[in-house]
């Protein structure tokens, strides 16, 4: 697999996006809430006359039974849209390494809304927990504008060799840039 550059430049309204340099990390088959640190950013974005605001409520199992990581996008929280109106957001993710379209899942966007609830569960196929170790969950927060032009709100994300996944009990994340 190839593995790209992603950067979201937010300018004069639009954005571009290009696709992420990613490696897997360090397996461990420890899982804990000890040590969860924010991941460096793959998103560049032009930021500079805004601030990320808002929060993001998430929980996570992984289901031996089937073999799936159960992701629960429960709610956000304090959303700014780009214009200082209430954004029409949505909230995509990714489990990476992979950065494949079959690989992204996406909430339905809720129109005018700074503290959506989306209530929404998505699954990602892993053979094991010992594989999920290395692995990365990536969530990103949209604001859908007219004329298809989404813009970047903030991202969180989880490592999952630093978390406990064995319930669905959400956990309010910070959105970065």
């Given at each position: 697999?190839q593995?790209?550059?992603?950067?979201?430049?937010?300018?004069?309204?639009?954005?571009?996006?290009?696709?992420?340099?990613?490696?897997?990390?360090?397996?461990?088959?420890?899982?804990?809430?000890?040590?969860?640190?924010p991941?460096?950013?793959?998103?560049?974005?032009?930021?500079?006359?805004?601030?990320?605001?808002?929060?993001?409520?998430?929980?996570?199992?992984?289901?031996?039974?089937?073999?799936?990581l159960?992701v629960?996008?429960?709610?956000?929280?304090?959303?700014?849209?780009?214009?200082?109106n209430?954004?029409?957001?949505?909230?995509?993710?990714?489990?990476?390494?992979d950065?494949?379209?079959?690989?992204?899942?996406?909430?339905?966007?809720?129109?005018?809304?700074?503290?959506?609830?989306?209530?929404?569960?998505?699954?990602?196929k892993?053979?094991?927990?010992?594989?999920?170790?290395?692995?990365?969950?990536?969530?990103?927060?949209?604001?859908?504008r007219?004329?298809?032009?989404?813009?970047?709100l903030?991202?969180?994300?989880?490592?999952?060799?630093?978390?406990?996944?064995?319930?669905?009990?959400?956990?309010?994340w910070?959105?970065?840039?």
């Amino acid at each position: 697999k190839q593995w790209y550059q992603r950067r979201v430049a937010i300018t004069a309204g639009h954005h571009q996006e290009h696709e992420p340099s990613m490696s897997a990390g360090a397996s461990s088959s420890n899982i804990s809430c000890e040590s969860i640190s924010p991941s460096p950013t793959m998103i560049k974005a032009n930021t500079k006359d805004r601030t990320i605001f808002g929060e993001l409520s998430i929980g996570l199992v992984f289901n031996d039974q089937v073999s799936t990581l159960d992701v629960h996008i429960n709610e956000a929280r304090n959303l700014t849209g780009v214009d200082g109106n209430p954004p029409n957001c949505y909230v995509k993710t990714y489990l990476l390494p992979d950065r494949s379209k079959t690989a992204k899942r996406k909430t339905k966007t809720k129109k005018r809304a700074t503290n959506p609830v989306f209530n929404e569960i998505f699954q990602y196929k892993a053979p094991s927990m010992e594989d999920l170790c290395s692995m990365t969950l990536w969530l990103t927060v949209w604001d859908t504008r007219q004329l298809g032009h989404n813009m970047f709100l903030g991202e969180v994300r989880i490592q999952l060799d630093s978390i406990q996944i064995t319930t669905l009990t959400p956990t309010w994340w910070q959105l970065k840039h």
